[in-house]
Nanobody, 125 residues
Framework: QGQLLESGGGSVQAGGSLRLSCAAS????????MGWFRQAPGKEREGVAY????????YYRHSVKGRFTISRDDANHTFFLQMNNLEPEDTGIYYC??????????????????WGQGTQVTISS
């Protein structure tokens, strides 16, 4: 049974940086898509970025484009979200997610079957 474990959250001031990690284990096959999502208090979970693994294509929601970068370390089955120039609006619990099946990737949570437990990111102004 596949598992995802996030780490790297924390509290920083606006303008700072954080790097989130997502370690994948227990999967017997390569995932099709890996995504990062976040949920702010009182708001719905929203997609932040994803990587289409086979083609190494990445996509970002408009509000984080140019500030966030998703990357991968295949040797260690780990995915990363580098977050720079953080803003208070980036505060929330960040989750990584995996989509094992073939088909298009996207920022819709319903596409993903496996989820990590989340890591808190807090940005102060």
């Amino acid at each position: 049974q596949g598992q995802l474990l996030e780490s790297g959250g924390g509290s920083v001031q606006a303008g700072g940086s954080l790097r989130l990690s997502c370690a994948a284990s227990g999967f017997t096959y390569r995932q099709n898509c890996m995504g990062w999502f976040r949920q702010a208090p009182g708001k719905e979970r929203e997609g932040v970025a994803y990587i289409y693994i086979g083609a190494n294509i990445t996509y970002y929601r408009h509000s984080v484009k140019g500030r966030f970068t998703i990357s991968r370390d295949d040797a260690n089955h780990t995915f990363f979200l580098q977050m720079n120039n953080l803003e208070p609006e980036d505060t929330g619990i960040y989750y990584c997610a995996a989509r094992p099946t073939r088909g298009g990737c996207g920022l819709e949570a319903a596409l993903y079957d496996y989820w990590g437990q989340g890591t808190q990111v807090t940005i102060s102004s």
